[in-house]
């Protein structure tokens, strides 16, 4: 964050909870995985799903996409 403002790749917290609990919820409707997961990983986190999303957000592979505003575009 560079002067208050939001650079590119980068998520508010609203952001990330948002992305976060989207993915959660596909993964819990039966969506497959984006990473890798061993069984011993999966039984470390109980086989949750906001836990899965996290490490999905964390290794950069969510393919969800965040739409910004500008200033200038909003009425």
Do not use: C, W
């Not at 980068?10 to 909870?17: P, Q």
Request: hydrophobic share 35%; net charge positive; charged share 35%.
């Amino acid at each position: 964050m560079v002067d208050g403002r939001i650079q590119e790749g980068e998520y508010t917290k609203y952001e990330k909870a948002r992305l976060i609990g989207a993915r959660s919820l596909q993964i819990s409707m039966g969506a497959p995985f984006v990473i890798k997961l061993s069984d011993d990983d999966l039984k470390k986190i109980n086989y949750n799903p906001v836990e899965i999303a996290k490490l999905e957000f964390e290794k950069g592979v969510l393919n969800i996409d965040v739409k910004r505003l500008l200033p200038s575009e909003r009425k």
